[in-house]
């Protein structure tokens, strides 16, 4: 199993794992055009996905969805208060391409399983999703208040996880935000913050964890040392250490990872 953060921020997200068998998109935040480059600069084809699997309505998870499911007939998961919240966001869609994840559920796509599981966030139904292959597990994790205990139990032990570290709440109080801007992100169905990452992962790492992605840094009330600094901070006061089993590594928000083996 293989993966890239095409892009992860306010301004897009789209996130995609490839098996031997399947290749999966997670949200097209972006225009289509956009999307294809990202695709191209890991020397992949949208063409060639087998599917399109949507965590919430938030137009910088779905702007380009409509096109490329329209240009490249692809098919579309989502729960159903999910799709209903797309009506008239997305353009029409085929009802062939059109298929319901329900969230907590397991759905097998050829070799690959996605497990979905909901978040708390402001929001119809959100959801993210866990990838089982061959023993391995990914997981996807961002636009969420909290983490709760229930979240937790799906996504631990994961041999990877891409989990949102959004800001630093010092950064955001003192920024150019209006307050009631601030209030959403640091609300329970905002984002999670570094220092709240931090507390999350320590009771999810595994010994089996090899690596961390820190995704959905915030352009304004961020910055990627910063955020790997107060995670590494936070898991060390709980006596894990970065470096000794695992790395922790940042995303950016316009430029894809390369494709990396879990």
């Not at 399983?113 to 961002?142: C, N, Q, R, W």
Request: net charge negative.
């Amino acid at each position: 199993m293989k993966f890239s953060v095409l892009a992860s921020g306010s301004t897009g997200n789209a996130f995609y794992v490839e098996t031997k068998q399947e290749r999966l998109l997670v949200d097209a935040g972006l225009s289509g055009k956009q999307l294809e480059k990202l695709f191209a600069d890991i020397d992949r084809h949208i063409e060639d996905i087998t599917g399109v699997l949507v965590t919430h309505e938030h137009s910088d998870h779905i702007k380009g969805l409509g096109v490329i499911a329209r240009k490249y007939c692809l098919p579309i998961y989502a729960n159903e208060k999910t799709w209903r919240a797309m009506e008239g966001l997305i353009g029409d869609i085929p009802s062939e391409q059109k298929f319901i994840f329900p969230t907590g559920s397991v759905r097998t796509f050829g070799d690959l399983d996605v497990e979905s599981f909901g978040v708390s966030h402001d929001a119809a139904e959100p959801m993210f999703y866990v990838f089982h292959y061959e023993g391995k597990k990914l997981a996807l994790i961002t636009d969420t208040g909290y983490v709760s205990e229930r979240m937790k139990g799906v996504i631990r032990h994961a041999d990877v996880f891409v989990f949102e570290s959004n800001h630093d709440v010092e950064m955001l109080r003192m920024g150019k935000y209006p307050w009631n801007i601030k209030r959403r992100i640091l609300s329970d169905v905002g984002h999670v913050s570094n220092e709240d990452a931090g507390l999350a992962l320590a009771d999810v790492i595994g010994d089996k964890t090899k690596r961390i992605y820190l995704a959905h840094l915030s352009q304004d009330n961020n910055m990627k040392e910063l955020a790997r600094m107060t995670v590494a901070q936070t898991l060390e006061r709980k006596g894990i250490i970065v470096g000794e089993s695992f790395q922790l590594y940042d995303t950016d928000p316009a430029r894809p990872t390369e494709l990396i083996s879990v």
